[in-house]
């Protein structure tokens, strides 16, 4: 069955890897899976047809056959679980990278989206400036817990998974501020990811869409 996954047809980042999309395409490439790709608008989004897919008009959206899914988190376990290359074989092993998968989207990314919004969303805000240095400093909590825990290792536990895939793509949203450039190891664990085949080939994909025509 044909995988069809949905993306902007314009993303807001002009496809630097930053839209949710390209931790699915990821996936996919690191588990040899052909996909196809449907463009949506942001009016489109915000459709029937669309939020009889994704409730929130959001994307990515996944379909094979009759399955489809939503949140990237999901999608990115539903394929590591059925596709091998993203997931231990060992069971306590597996659980640990799901665990990562969990900490990424829960621990790590909630402290990085309130950031975007106080810089990008509410910067006209009169207490904008007030509440950036706030929430910069959230975010460099988390990404002073993570770096401790990383070390001197290539990834989080073990081989790469799942869980470093979706740490990794987490991660690559504080490269704009600067802040992952405070974080040498972590500056070097997402290099190492965005280093990798399959990740190559997704950001391509990604960024093919977005280039001037």
């Known amino acids: 069955m044909t995988i069809t996954i949905t993306a902007f047809d314009r993303s807001p980042d002009?496809?630097?890897?930053?839209?949710r999309d390209t931790r699915v395409r990821w996936a996919l490439e690191e588990a040899g899976l052909p996909y196809a790709?449907?463009?949506?608008?942001?009016?489109?989004?915000?459709?029937?047809?669309?939020?009889?897919?994704?409730?929130?008009?959001?994307?990515?959206?996944?379909?094979?056959g009759d399955l489809v899914l939503f949140e990237t988190g999901a999608i990115v376990l539903h394929?590591?679980?059925?596709?091998g290359g993203l997931l231990p074989a060992d069971a306590n092993a597996r659980a640990r990278a799901i665990a990562w998968m969990f900490a990424a989207v829960n621990s790590v990314?909630?402290?990085?989206?309130?950031?975007?919004?106080?810089?990008?969303v509410e910067r006209d805000k009169p207490w904008a400036a007030e509440r950036l240095p706030l929430v910069a400093d959230r975010v460099r909590d988390r990404l002073r817990q993570l770096s401790a825990r990383l070390g001197?290792?290539?990834?989080?536990?073990?081989?790469?998974?799942?869980?470093?895939?979706?740490?990794?793509?987490?991660?690559?949203r504080t490269r704009p501020s600067g802040?992952?450039?405070?974080?040498?190891?972590?500056?070097?664990?997402?290099?190492?990811?965005?280093?990798?085949?399959?990740?190559?080939r997704a950001f391509a994909a990604q960024l093919a869409i977005n280039a001037p025509g």
């Not at 942001?42 to 094979?64: C, S, V, W």
């Not at 394929?79 to 596709?83: L, N």
């Open 14 to 19: 002009g496809g630097k890897g930053l839209a």
């Open 109 to 120: 990314e909630p402290p990085i989206l309130e950031f975007f919004n106080a810089k990008v």
């Open 152 to 172: 001197d290792a290539d990834w989080l536990d073990g081989d790469f998974s799942a869980g470093d895939l979706m740490m990794a793509s987490v991660l690559l």
């Open 179 to 200: 802040i992952l450039d405070e974080f040498p190891s972590l500056a070097a664990y997402v290099a190492r990811g965005e280093a990798r085949p399959a990740y190559r």
């Open 37 to 64: 790709v449907r463009l949506v608008s942001f009016r489109a989004m915000k459709e029937p047809a669309h939020l009889a897919l994704h409730p929130f008009g959001q994307i990515p959206t996944y379909e094979e």
């Open 79 to 83: 394929i590591a679980q059925r596709h």
